[in-house]
């Protein structure tokens, strides 16, 4: 089993350890003492403090309660021979790294507790020596080891407040970036809804009527198939151009002619009437809505992409018969459904990916309201439900 080492002393404290040391050793060689009597005759006494001294320097940063433990003792001896001022400058230092390096509850305590021993030791000292000097006994006390436990404290906070302005500030930066990921994200899906439902339909039209021209040997049906692939080019070529215009100017000035409304509801089925017409389809619209206030923009906009998409859907897989389109307000609900025979038919079809099932299910999403799609009574239904409350269909 590998036995754990300790941990090596900072550089920085070794060089202070070495300073403190030298120093005190300066000191002593020139004979610079802190008393004239000791109570231990031999001068090279306040040697033996002073490397303690220094050896607890050492451990300042790795262990500082260590380093006071041994610090403190050091100071006590030293305070029985005739004293060297390195040894208690560097009691003050390792005072004060124990409060600024120990733990949180160290440095509550610590300040605390030098307090108190500064007070007491002025107050024992005037009740021993009954003389003005007493008070500068107890200054000098606190000056050694309750102010440098009080800067630890100061700056000990001054760190912290620091750390904890750095980790706000990185959490500041990381919500950020989340926040710029999810708008990219979320941008993307729109321009991959707007591309999907405004080219889809043309696409699928010319798909269906090409592969009709192709297979049938008939001049007329031929020329009628490359009539609405022409048509459906040029629409899908502008719807496109438009997008693009957009695109390129932020939205600010493309918007209006971009973003139709139930208000051309009227010209998308008559446009899909006609596509239909050599599949067997009739498109069939049913508005019941009573006027009332106008739909809030976005709410238009989903309800006529959900129409497109569900009559393009219609094109490319229902069986002949009847394609309906119903449109319902109720109170603060407007009610999109679109409907078509199930089945199988002759003729041509354009393949299916599913994107325009789940791009409805995103408008519909977005604006809180409910979205379905599936066979009901051998017809293919979409319904949605969309909130037209102004606060309701932004939230």
């Known amino acids: 089993m590998p036995t754990l080492s300790p941990p090596r002393p900072h550089r920085d404290d070794v060089l202070i350890a070495v300073l403190g040391l030298l120093g005190g050793v300066v000191l002593w060689a020139l004979d610079l003492s802190m008393r004239t009597g000791d109570v231990l005759g031999d001068t090279r006494l306040p040697l033996i403090p002073l490397v303690v001294m220094s050896a607890a320097e050492l451990l300042r940063r790795t262990s500082p309660r260590t380093a006071l433990a041994v610090g403190s003792v050091a100071l006590v001896a030293d ?44 107050i024992g000292t005037l009740a021993w020596i009954r003389s003005p000097e007493a008070l500068l006994v107890g200054i000098v006390t606190a000056l050694v080891v309750f102010v440098p436990a009080l800067t630890g404290v100061s700056v000990r906070n001054h760190r912290d407040a620091a750390e904890t302005a750095r980790l706000r500030a990185d959490q500041t930066a990381l919500l950020a970036e989340m ?4 708008a990219v994200t979320a941008e993307r899906a729109r321009m991959a809804r707007e591309l999907h439902d405004l080219v889809a339909n043309h696409l699928s039209a010319i798909a269906i009527h090409s592969t009709a021209a192709l297979s049938l040997d008939d001049p007329e049906t031929s020329r009628d198939a490359l009539g609405v692939i022409r048509e459906n080019s040029v629409e899908g070529l502008a719807e496109m151009r438009r997008l693009i215009g957009l695109l390129r100017t932020g939205g600010a000035d493309a918007e209006p002619s971009s973003s139709p409304s139930l208000d051309s509801l009227d010209a998308l089925v008559e446009q899909h009437r006609a596509a239909a017409a050599d599949a067997g389809l009739t498109c069939v619209l049913e508005d019941t809505r009573d006027g009332g206030a106008p739909l809030p923009a976005p709410v238009g906009l989903a309800a006529y992409r959900i129409v497109q998409e569900s009559l393009t859907n219609a094109l490319k897989h229902a069986a002949p018969g009847p394609v309906t389109v119903r449109l319902e307000r109720a109170g603060r609900r407007l009610t999109v459904e679109v409907s078509s025979a199930l089945g199988d038919r002759a003729g041509p079809r354009a393949p299916g990916s599913g994107a325009g099932l789940v791009g409805m299910r995103e ?8 979205f379905g799609a599936g066979p009901v009574d051998g017809m293919w239904r979409v319904r949605a439900e969309l909130p037209v409350d102004e606060g309701e269909a932004g939230a």
């Open 79 to 122: 305070q029985c021979t005739r004293g060297n001022l390195a040894t208690v400058a560097m009691y003050t230092d390792v005072m004060y790294a124990a409060v600024l390096y120990g733990t949180p509850a160290a440095a509550r305590r610590i300040p605390v507790v030098t307090f108190l021993i500064s007070l007491l030791v002025t």
């Open 179 to 182: 926040d710029r990921t999810q």
């Open 363 to 370: 408008r519909v999403a977005l604006l809180g309201g409910e």
